[in-house]
Nanobody, 118 residues
Framework: QVQLVESGGGLVQAGGSLRLSCAAS????????MAWFRQAPGKERMFVAS???????SYADSVKGRFTISRDNPKNTVYLQMSSLKPDDTAVYYC????????????WGQGTQVTVTS
């Protein structure tokens, strides 16, 4: 079972930038579609961005143009570069993986907190 560990969250001012990292172990990310989700208190966990095995990327409309998802397969790591951050971006950000046998993101990291102040 692949394990995912997020890092890079923190407290930033609106307009600032952060880069989140998702380090995988127990499996290689080249075998998985990878994605970032986020969940704010009292809200549902929502899709943010994904990078498929074929390297196609997809973004939620709310982050398009501000966030960039990428993967470094040799390092077995997925990144989420976040720029022009807004207070509405405040959430716990989760890395997730989906293998070829599932339509769902089955594997999840523990999450990393991102707080954006106004």
């Amino acid at each position: 079972q692949v394990q995912l560990v997020e890092s890079g969250g923190g407290l930033v001012q609106a307009g600032g930038s952060l880069r989140l990292s998702c380090a995988a172990s127990g499996g290689t990310i080249s075998d998985y579609d990878m994605a970032w989700f986020r969940q704010a208190p009292g809200k549902e966990r929502m899709f943010v961005a994904s990078t498929w095995r074929i390297l196609r990327t997809s973004y939620a409309d709310s982050v398009k143009g501000r966030f960039t998802i990428s993967r470094d397969n040799p390092k077995n790591t997925v990144y989420l570069q976040m720029s022009s951050l807004k207070p509405d971006d405040t959430a716990v950000y989760y890395c997730a993986a989906r293998n070829r046998d599932s339509s769902n993101y089955t594997y999840w990291g523990q999450g990393t907190q991102v707080t954006v102040t106004s």
